[in-house]
């Protein structure tokens, strides 16, 4: 059996962005956008100036932590609760009349455990319009939440949810479908 | 099937405090409870002037968010560990001789993710004499821990626990009794 | 049945250093460890200044809590991710190519449930060379993850995970063998 070398590591496809966008970003996510205060307007202002495409009447909430924000998209209508993390190494596209709800985590960055090198990989995800993201879930990588669907708090996702069902649990399984009426 | 429209969410019978005291809140709870100070009675003494009920002997860790101090009471030698969070958008009541570990999170509002208008819906939360949140676990809305249960370290707890039961996973579910001799 | 009475909690047995070293420690470990900059070398300097081993070709990244340096030791070409938190009241030992992902707590302390005084026990952690510790993934005292073991996203280990196997979810449980070719 072979063994790990994480000292072999290398990453030549993973090209986010260039050295200085993501130094500022740095600073600017630390300052505008992590930090406590309480104003939406100013952190949907300064996600865009950094490329992320943004629809109209969304809610960003205090501490929250993006990654990548030229390679996030939300739709209208959205809320991005309180010390939500979207570590988008990839594509977050998150449609309208989401809630991700406070504490919630987004995953797209994977690791080859059957590689010595322990390549990374990356999985785009997709929140369609009207799902529901509980607190303190976590979406692992190459999870896809459909339209409507809802993940419950605490739920931890590592799976295609499909529209209009409810998931409860770690792993989480199927609990119950979601009538709107 | 109906959709959620998030833009028609009113929320008019959440009158959690007013703006001026939750703006002024918003403020202390970032400077004092939040921040990484080690200093128990200053947060006891900024959470009381605020309205919180606290008893005596208490323990209060950094990084500790709380939403409404108005809406808080704790008893006599209860310990809230470090970035405990209680996000108590109504009453959470916490009795004495209680333990709630590092990084664990309450949680009181929930929606009505069978409404178009995903209404906010509000669950105080008690947390009885001698009872244990282990660390990292996640109370959730409509939860009750009864006196001397415990909650296992990371588990969710969507339930009543009984008292002197043992709770563990997620979805949590009952381990065993607990004996104090 | 006894209750728990938090009031007679002592704890003669913990000297985890001088009030000195830790009062120190506690502000350094909040400018230099668990801010916001980038830097590895800056933390890794002032965490062996304080007195932890760390090999060389490690990263340790932004927004990580750790409890007492002296008592860490780290090997070589090991990585810490972002917000991890490793609350080390007592030794944990992390081997070399070793993944710890953003987001992961390891936690040392537990209490007896079942004294009226709430004793502190300390649990020492080992994890080995090799072993991938996913993001958001809970530790908890008495666990061991031993050489090449992976444990998944948010997974709540209370367990040993035996050498190149891979275990999920809440309490988590063996999903299958790790092979690396």
Redesign the interface.
């Known amino acids: 059996?072979?063994?790990?070398?994480?000292?072999k590591f290398v990453n030549p496809n993973y090209q986010p962005g260039s050295f200085l966008k993501r130094s500022l970003w740095?600073v600017f996510n630390?300052l505008f956008i992590?930090s406590?205060h309480?104003f939406t307007s100013l952190r949907t202002f300064v996600l865009k100036v950094f490329g992320a495409q943004i629809g109209k009447?969304c809610v960003i909430r205090p501490g929250v932590n993006i990654k990548h924000p030229w390679l996030l998209a939300i739709g209208?209508?959205?809320?991005i609760g309180?010390?939500v993390?979207i570590?988008n190494l990839t594509d977050v596209s998150i449609g309208s009349?989401v809630?991700i709800s406070?504490?919630a985590?987004i995953?797209t960055g994977n690791?080859r455990?059957?590689?010595?090198g322990?390549d990374l990989t990356l999985h785009p995800i997709t929140i369609e319009?009207?799902a529901?993201i509980g607190?303190?879930a976590?979406i692992?990588?190459g999870s896809k939440i459909e339209?409507?669907a809802?993940v419950?708090?605490?739920?931890?996702i590592?799976a295609i949810i499909p529209s209009?069902e409810?998931w409860?649990?770690?792993?989480a399984t199927f609990l119950k479908k979601?009538?709107?009426?």
Chains 1, 2, 3 share one sequence.
């Open positions: 059996m072979k063994n790990v070398d994480l000292s740095f630390s992590k406590s309480p009447g209208d209508h959205t809320w309180e010390n993390w570590d009349h809630c406070q504490g985590t995953i690791h455990w059957d590689k010595e322990f319009n009207g529901w607190a303190k976590v692992l990588p339209t409507h809802v419950s708090g605490g739920a931890v590592h209009f409810i409860q649990g770690n792993p979601r009538i709107i009426n």
